[in-house]
């Protein structure tokens, strides 16, 4: 399996257009997660999914951020409109349940830029 | 309000020697504890893990001990090498299932 693939790895906008980043999960993962790492607040959580269903968004910054996964192989997680302070990256992470072994399998990253 | 905590940032130690990195949390409701590690660029990686149930749990070079009674955890490298320069991230997993992270503590391995 290649793992968890995320597309753009590398995303440079300007304030105020609309980003989207882009995760394929490891097949016969039932999780997907989303996360944001920052200097500041360091890895966040943002939202969370079970069999495509999102169970927690508690950790979505604000109504600019929403995340769909329409099926078991994709997810989005999108900005509109972004703002400077949205710059992080951005990894999406994987997992076959969260029971004992709550191990997640991490994508490579976006490193979103808002000018 | 952090519920785990790293409160060193960088960590330096000499090849050979031990390293120690520590970690605190504040939510005596998490039932297992991670360890992951990440080089620049890459996303982190799972290295270790213990159930709140047990005080330790050992893994080649890397051994984690948990004392639940001062919510304290710690990562031991032994001996510590070149590719252990990183950044380790503690990690938590509370009742909902959701996994908490430490803002993460860098390690430099000195030749």
């Known amino acids: 399996d290649a793992g968890v693939i995320q597309s753009p790895r590398h995303e440079v906008t300007e304030m105020g257009q609309e980003v989207t980043l882009r995760c394929k999960p490891i097949s016969g993962h039932d999780y997907l997660f989303w996360y944001r790492q920052t200097m500041m607040r360091g890895l966040e959580l943002l939202i969370y999914?079970?069999?495509?269903?999102?169970?927690?968004d508690s950790g979505m910054p604000e109504d600019r951020f929403s995340a769909k996964m329409p099926n078991a192989s994709f997810s989005t997680l999108k900005i509109q409109p972004s703002e400077p302070r949205d710059s992080a990256v951005y990894f999406c992470?994987?997992?076959?349940?969260?029971?004992?072994?709550?191990?997640?399998?991490f994508g490579p990253g976006t490193r979103l830029t808002v000018l | 309000d952090q519920q785990v905590k790293q409160n060193s940032p960088s960590l330096s130690v000499q090849e050979g020697r031990i390293s120690i990195l520590n970690c605190d949390y504040t939510n005596s409701m998490f039932d297992y504890f991670l360890w992951y590690k990440k080089y620049p660029a890459e996303g982190p990686t799972f290295l270790i893990s213990?159930?709140?149930?047990?005080d330790k749990n050992e893994d080649g070079r890397f051994t984690v001990f948990l004392n639940k009674s001062a919510k304290h955890l710690s990562l031991h490298i032994v001996p510590s090498q070149p590719g252990d320069s990183a950044v380790y991230f503690c990690a938590a997993r509370d009742r909902d299932d959701k996994i908490i992270f430490g803002k993460g503590t860098r390690l430099h391995i000195l030749p």
């Open positions: 213990i159930s709140s149930i047990k």
């Open positions: 992470a994987s997992s076959p349940r969260t029971g004992d072994y709550a191990e997640q399998f």
């Open positions: 999914f079970n069999n495509n269903v999102p169970i927690d």
